[in-house]
């Protein structure tokens, strides 16, 4: 009787575990699941990284205000839409074309021909709730100057408004934000389009 009870144990031991034709069945469904899953880990980790490129923007815009009120001078923020960099420059900064103030945004997974400078198709292009509209490239560069007081004004000196529009070229609408600049007071914002009401908010 004790054998029995034994071999009773061990068919039920036996029975417990998977068979190989099992096991290559939960293997192969697995490595399905990760072939399906894989496109959407790339994809999330550049929308990530991209995030990043929107960091900087944001990061060298409120610096380039700071600075001419702590140095008393103009400072002037430059982003070049050919080679994705942005230049700071006047005041201790020193003269554009210093090597040191420039700050490249391709990389770490974003390619330089991922960045776009304005909205993509399909979107509005109406003006932000804050009346800021697209900043025109001018010679395919958008330069902005800081006054010592923190506003950025025209040749005339009147409040000058600027806004700059992003997004990467292959999640078009996924990436889209803009960053505005209120002229009167040099006041920055951060935008991101919204599918939901099909338009930037803050």
């Known amino acids: 009787m004790h054998t029995s009870i034994i071999n009773k144990d061990l068919k039920i031991q036996k029975q417990k575990g998977f068979s190989l034709p099992e096991l290559i069945v939960v293997l192969f469904v697995i490595a399905i699941l990760l072939v399906l899953a894989l496109p959407q880990v790339i994809s999330s980790r550049r929308l990530f990284r991209f995030s990043g490129f929107q960091r900087q923007i944001t990061t060298s815009l409120r610096e380039a205000r700071q600075e001419p009120m702590s140095q008393h001078k103009p400072i002037t923020f430059r ?8 230049v700071t ?4 900064f020193g003269a554009l074309g210093d090597v040191k103030n420039v700050v490249s945004l391709a ?3 974003v390619e ?3 960045v776009k400078y304005g909205r ?3 979107v509005p292009t109406s003006a932000l709730s804050d009346t800021t509209n697209q900043t025109n490239l001018s010679s395919n560069a958008v330069e902005i100057t800081f006054q010592p007081d923190g506003s950025v ?4 000196s009147n409040p000058q ?3 700059l529009f992003f997004y990467h070229d292959k999640y078009r609408l996924d990436t889209a934000f803009a960053v505005s600049i209120f002229g009167a007071g040099g006041r920055i914002k951060v935008w991101r389009y919204s599918r939901g009401v099909n338009s930037y908010v803050e």
């Open 89 to 92: 420059f006047g005041g201790d």
């Open 161 to 163: 408004n600027q806004a």
């Open 79 to 86: 982003y070049d839409n050919t080679s994705k960099y942005i």
């Open 112 to 114: 330089a021909d991922d």
């Open 120 to 122: 993509p198709s399909g």
């Open 107 to 109: 990389g770490s997974g």
């Open 153 to 156: 004004i025209d040749a005339s």
